[in-house]
């Protein structure tokens, strides 16, 4: 198999899984409701399933506390900058300076580098993800809460860090394997029977998260330019970053190999995270279709990204 069949042949699944998804919303084949449902499969089962089996068996290095840093200040740096463009460009939109910052790993990061790249290999952005996922707990979220309900205690931030379960199968995972107990879980009677059942559950992740983001792919022609503009900005600054850090950081300071590279690369091209419409004001319409939009018309262009990412990186 010469190297373009076999890009084709890792690409194309991941747009038919989209299509699929979008096919599944514009036949009505499933009720939203249905699809809120898988969602909550994916997100609470499903990712926290790949995630901990991912962290438990990765080769844990000092190097990455570097990497945790940076990019939590990246993620620091780019709402800051949001906030300052906003006030720069005269933006009347809210919400701009949250899409000008975090990455929706979790529903599309993890479901298109585990399918272009296998699951086996999702350590690479597991690790990259890590000081985001503090960002988006810490930080994202508390200004979200403020944003919408006033200021909230830093208690009620960290009941809900150690209540997601995403966050507890990565702590989860990295502490077992700190403990070296990848051997008794995988062997262990009975341990060794969960094990195989999460890598079961593991493999529902790719596919149904896919479908998930296709069923929500949807347009609302009303305020698209609003959208191109925050879409834009960002791109604008978040490609030349990837192309920097890995530059200086990954492959220069750390020496890290090229998977980290493609995964940092993969992480920067993803859109903001999909929660900030959960946590806007019930009954927002125009500042809700703006959010929508921006993410929607993000989610295309960095599936069309990564498609470009996995032709200059067939191979980790």
């Not at 195989?196 to 949807?218: E, R």
């Not at 750390?254 to 004001?281: K, Q, R």
């Amino acid at each position: 198999m010469d190297q373009t069949t076999a890009i084709i042949n890792r690409v194309l699944p991941i747009l038919l899984l989209i299509g699929l998804g979008h096919v599944i919303r514009r036949r009505r084949f499933l009720p939203e409701s249905t699809v809120d449902d898988l969602r909550k499969i994916a997100v609470n089962l499903a990712l926290p399933a790949v995630l901990f089996v991912s962290f438990l068996q990765t080769d844990l290095r000092p190097a990455y506390i570097v990497v945790f840093i940076a990019v939590f200040l990246l993620c620091v740096g780019l709402y800051a900058l949001g906030v300052v463009l906003q006030r720069r460009l005269r933006v009347q939109q809210a919400y701009f300076p949250f899409l000008m910052t975090g990455f929706e790993y979790g529903m599309l990061g993890v479901s298109l580098f585990g399918s272009a790249y296998g699951l086996e290999n999702l350590g690479y952005i597991a690790v990259v993800d890590l000081g985001h996922e503090l960002f988006i707990w810490f930080v994202f979220l508390a200004l979200l809460l403020i944003r919408r309900d006033g200021l909230r205690s830093s208690g009620e931030l960290a009941r809900a860090f150690f209540r997601s379960p995403v966050i507890l199968a990565i702590l989860a995972g990295i502490a077992l394997n700190l403990l070296g107990a990848q051997e008794v879980l995988f062997q262990a009677p009975v341990l060794g029977g969960v094990m195989a059942a999460l890598q079961f559950l593991s493999q529902l992740t790719v596919p149904l998260i896919l479908i998930i983001v296709g069923y929500g792919i949807h347009f609302d022609r009303a305020g698209v330019s609003e959208a191109v503009l925050v879409v834009g900005l960002r791109l604008a600054v978040v490609l030349p970053l990837a192309l920097a850090l890995n530059a200086v950081l990954i492959r220069g300071l750390l020496n890290l190999e090229a998977g980290f590279a493609v995964a940092l690369f993969t992480l920067l091209a993803l859109p903001p995270p999909f929660i900030i419409p959960l946590y806007m004001p019930a009954g927002d319409g125009p500042e809700r279709r703006y959010v929508n939009n921006a993410l929607t018309l993000y989610t295309v262009i960095s599936i069309a990204l990564f498609a470009v990412i996995l032709v200059l990186n067939p191979q980790l």
